[in-house]
């Protein structure tokens, strides 16, 4: 169940993993897009703590819709509006269920929708989806989803434009979304 406290813990835990693998991200981002993704989800999460810190007493519906107005402010690349519809399909539908798995497949839905990309295109949606299919999600899940994504050849996004090429590389969103779910299985009482 997710609640303000812990969903605000889910975030800040999130933001550590990414102020520490920043580099690591825009690395993976290097051969296969533009180097930046470390950069943009490092801004996108500076983002998304300012925006936690203006509210006051919010419902989980305010702070969903903060944290997805953080990243789509911030962020600059294609990550953010999807990470950021993700969050805001979410908040829609908090008000109906606070169950983490049901608002992931929520949130999966919005990226599908906003990006057009399926299953097997090496994106986000690629670990989004396991995640949000798994029965019980572990980090076997996570690192297993995030994994397969190296064999994959990219059919949406920058790393698209290398054709074959985009083979033998993990994809960057993928690996940043990784850390998402990894740092919300960290979050006690979810
Ligand atoms: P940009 O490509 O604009 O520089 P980033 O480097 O921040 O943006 O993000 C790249 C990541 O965004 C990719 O690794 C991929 O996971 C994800 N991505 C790109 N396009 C799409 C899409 N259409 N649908 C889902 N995810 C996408
Ligand atoms: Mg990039
Ligand atoms: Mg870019």
Same mark, same amino acid.
């Given at each position: ?12 835990? /999130? ?71 993700? /969050? ?92 998402? /779910? ?9």
């Amino acid at each position: 169940m997710l609640t303000v406290e812990n969903t605000q813990k889910w975030l800040n835990n /999130f933001y550590q993993k990414i102020e520490e693998h920043k580099d690591y991200l825009s690395e993976l981002d290097t051969p296969i897009g533009d180097g930046d993704h470390g950069n943009n989800m490092m801004r996108g999460m500076v983002g998304v703590k300012e925006s936690m810190a203006r509210l006051q007493n919010p419902d989980l519906q305010a702070l969903f819709k903060a944290i997805a107005m953080g990243l789509i402010s911030k962020v600059g690349g294609a990550s953010g509006p999807l990470y950021g519809t993700a /969050f805001l399909e979410m908040a829609k539908k908090c008000t109906e269920t606070q169950a983490a798995a049901d608002l992931i497949l929520v949130g999966l839905a919005g990226i599908k929708k906003r990006g057009g990309a399926t299953e097997g295109d090496k994106t986000m949606v690629d670990v989004w989806s396991p995640v949000a299919h798994s029965s019980q999600l572990t980090t076997e899940v996570i690192a297993a989803a995030v994994a397969a994504t190296k064999d994959m050849q990219a059919k949406k996004g920058r790393a698209s434009y290398l054709g074959e090429r985009s083979i033998g590389h993990l994809d960057p969103g993928a690996v940043s979304s990784g850390y998402l /779910f990894t740092a919300l299985i960290e979050t006690e009482g979810i």
